[in-house]
Nanobody, 123 residues
Framework: QVQLVESGGGLVQAGGSLRLSCAAS????????MGWYRQAPAKQRELVAV???????NYADSVKGRFTISRDNAKKTVYLQMNSLKPEDTAVYYC?????????????????WGQGTQVTVSS
C-alpha cells in the first residue's frame, strides 16, 4: 500500500512564505515525476509545479519566480517552497507522484495523490 502524506499548509499573510512537504511510503519500486497541484473553491485543479527524478522542473506561469519545487529521492519526499504568497494562491494543495510498484506479477506505474493541505493567504 502506497501513501503520500503532506504537511506544511496553514494561514499566512500576503508576502509571507510556507513550505509544503510530501513523503511517500509503502512498497515502492521507483518514484518518477513528483508534483504539486492546487484547487481553489469553484475552480478546477491546476498544476503548480512538477519535478522529474533527474530534478528537471516545470512551473505554472502564475508561480514562476516565487515557488520552488525540490525533492529528496533518498527520503522519497517532494517539497514546495512558496515565497511572496498572494491571496490568489489560496487553495487546497495536493501532492502527486507517479510511482512504480510491483503488483500482480508485473511492474506498474500508478498516479498517487495526497490528501491535500489547505493554504490560506490573507490580504
Amino acid at each position: 500500500q502506497v501513501q503520500l502524506v503532506e504537511s506544511g499548509g496553514g494561514l499566512v499573510q500576503a508576502g509571507g512564505s510556507l513550505r509544503l512537504s510530501c513523503a511517500a511510503s509503502g512498497s515502492i519500486f521507483n518514484i518518477n515525476d513528483m508534483g504539486w497541484y492546487r484547487q481553489a473553491p469553484a475552480k478546477q485543479r491546476e498544476l503548480v509545479a512538477v519535478i522529474t527524478r533527474g530534478a528537471s522542473t516545470n512551473y505554472a506561469d502564475s508561480v514562476k519566480g516565487r515557488f520552488t519545487i525540490s525533492r529528496d529521492n533518498a527520503k522519497k519526499t517532494v517539497y514546495l517552497q512558496m515565497n511572496s504568497l498572494k491571496p490568489e494562491d489560496t487553495a487546497v494543495y495536493y501532492c502527486n507522484a507517479k510511482i512504480t510498484v510491483y503488483s500482480g506479477g508485473a511492474y506498474r506505474t500508478i498516479d498517487y495523490w495526497g490528501q491535500g493541505t489547505q493554504v490560506t493567504v490573507s490580504s
